[in-house]
């Protein structure tokens, strides 16, 4: 080899380096997670009437669509649950609207009442559980629908969404479905913010409700919205299994999953809506809480998701501002222009602060950090250990 061939070789393929090795790694985990985009189940939308040989069969060859319970945990929850209770009280299929009143001290109990709810009267908080797995606990066990669909107080649900979301899982065999809505941002910071926090989700987990092959410990749900059979549900134990996790929702999914069930998350902006943070202090916090999955995730593993999204979400488009920038970079900063197209239907018109929330992105890693070094942070008034798995 000739010297000049020699300096040529090292130009092109220059020693690795820990950061070259690192970002080799961060891009194609990323990558092969964003790829499952490609194989997903169709978004949620009213016309996912089920079949009648796949439902039929489900529910014993009989010519009734299961009874639905909707259960709504709340907790001081007067200022907002109103709109809710209107949609889905007498709403299509839905037998009965359940409020389970977590010792609420404003009138949330007397609103449900009046809406046409019936309200279980939350008990004191047990040792050794969070306050939403308790009161959702509850109010599955004080349900008689065949079928529970779950939706927390500031959801905005369309009358049709839980027939659609039960008959859905009907038809496509599925034991525990939850649903990511529309966010519903009222501030640009918020509406800048928001999305960026969420695709975080997109680098570590893929897109809802891809139909590729997820071990049970990498499951991800939504709580805002979840459906499930309550006789089984009750016969796995309900909510006890995830008794203490702060995240219950995505605990619930992989226990259930590890048991067997076909558990998934659907795309559905169509028929659900959800009153996000004012603004973007309050959305930095309030996701910073739960976002990196405490007491749900190993620390190595919130380290390692961690590691991904800085690298292959929120440093490359700093690194092409400040001319620092490769061929790398801007494959990654395309790919990411792509997650705002694939994430775009869960904000309403997208608008200038959600196409410029990448800008937003090393914020993001900023929550993911403080979620993963103080795991134990308040919420409505209570204060939790959360456990650090290892």
């Known amino acids: 080899?000739?010297?000049?061939?020699?300096?040529?070789?090292?130009?092109?393929?220059?020693?690795?380096?820990?950061?070259?090795?690192?970002?080799?790694?961060?891009?194609?985990?990323?990558?092969?997670?964003?790829?499952?985009?490609?194989?997903?189940r169709p978004p949620l939308g009213r016309d996912d009437a089920a079949t009648a040989a796949g439902l039929l069969e489900v529910v014993g060859g009989g010519t009734e669509l299961p009874s639905i319970s909707v259960v709504v945990p709340a907790r001081d929850e007067a200022p907002r649950i109103g709109p809710l209770l209107a949609a889905v009280v007498g709403a299509p299929g839905?037998?009965?609207?359940?409020?389970?009143?977590?010792?609420?001290?404003?009138?949330?109990?007397?609103?449900?009442?009046?809406?046409?709810?019936?309200?279980?009267?939350?008990?004191?908080?047990?040792?050794?559980?969070?306050?939403?797995?308790?009161a959702v606990h509850q109010g599955v066990r004080a349900a008689r629908g065949d079928w529970v669909v779950t939706l927390d107080a500031d959801t905005r649900p369309d009358p049709e969404l839980p027939r659609t979301?039960?008959?859905?899982?009907?038809?496509?065999?599925?034991?525990?479905?939850?649903?990511?809505?529309?966010?519903?941002?009222?501030?640009?910071?918020?509406?800048?913010?928001?999305?960026?926090?969420?695709?975080?989700?997109?680098?570590?987990?893929?897109?809802?409700?891809?139909?590729?092959?997820?071990?049970?410990?990498?499951?991800?749900?939504?709580?805002?919205?979840?459906?499930?059979?309550?006789?089984?549900?009750?016969r796995a134990g309900g909510l006890q299994p995830v008794a203490g996790e702060v995240v219950e929702d995505v605990a619930l999914a992989r226990h259930l999953a590890a048991r067997g069930w076909r558990v998934t998350m659907l795309d559905g902006a169509e028929l659900l809506a959800t009153e996000?943070?004012?603004?973007?202090?309050?959305?930095?916090?309030?996701?910073?809480?739960?976002?990196?999955?405490?007491?749900?995730?190993?620390?190595?593993?919130?380290?390692?998701?961690?590691?991904?999204?800085?690298?292959?979400?929120?440093?490359?488009l700093p690194r092409l501002l400040l001319r620092r920038g490769d061929v790398v970079d801007l494959v990654l900063v395309a790919v990411r222009a792509g997650t705002l197209a694939g994430t775009r239907r869960a904000y309403r018109g997208g608008g200038a602060a959600y196409w410029l929330s990448p800008l937003a992105d090393t914020a993001a890693v900023a929550a993911l950090v403080r979620g993963i070094v103080s795991p134990r942070q308040p919420w409505r008034g209570r204060s939790y250990a959360t456990r650090t798995r290892t």
């Open 1 to 40: 080899m000739t010297r000049r061939t020699a300096r040529l070789a090292r130009h092109l393929l220059p020693a690795p380096t820990p950061w070259s090795v690192a970002r080799g790694v961060a891009t194609t985990i990323a990558i092969a997670r964003l790829a499952r985009a490609a194989r997903r």
């Open 165 to 234: 979301l039960v008959n859905r899982a009907l038809a496509d065999g599925l034991q525990f479905v939850s649903v990511g809505g529309r966010f519903e941002c009222p501030t640009a910071g918020a509406a800048w913010l928001h999305p960026a926090l969420l695709t975080t989700l997109v680098y570590r987990f893929g897109p809802p409700g891809s139909t590729a092959r997820t071990a049970p410990h990498r499951q991800l749900a939504n709580g805002q919205c979840t459906a499930f059979p309550r006789v089984p549900f009750l």
């Open 276 to 316: 996000m943070y004012p603004d973007g202090p309050s959305t930095w916090r309030g996701w910073a809480r739960s976002l990196a999955l405490p007491g749900v995730e190993p620390r190595w593993r919130q380290v390692l998701d961690l590691v991904v999204v800085a690298i292959a979400q929120a440093s490359p």
């Open 94 to 134: 839905v037998s009965e609207v359940l409020v389970v009143d977590d010792e609420s001290t404003d009138g949330t109990a007397e609103l449900a009442t009046t809406a046409g709810a019936v309200v279980v009267p939350g008990t004191q908080l047990p040792h050794g559980w969070a306050g939403k797995a308790w």
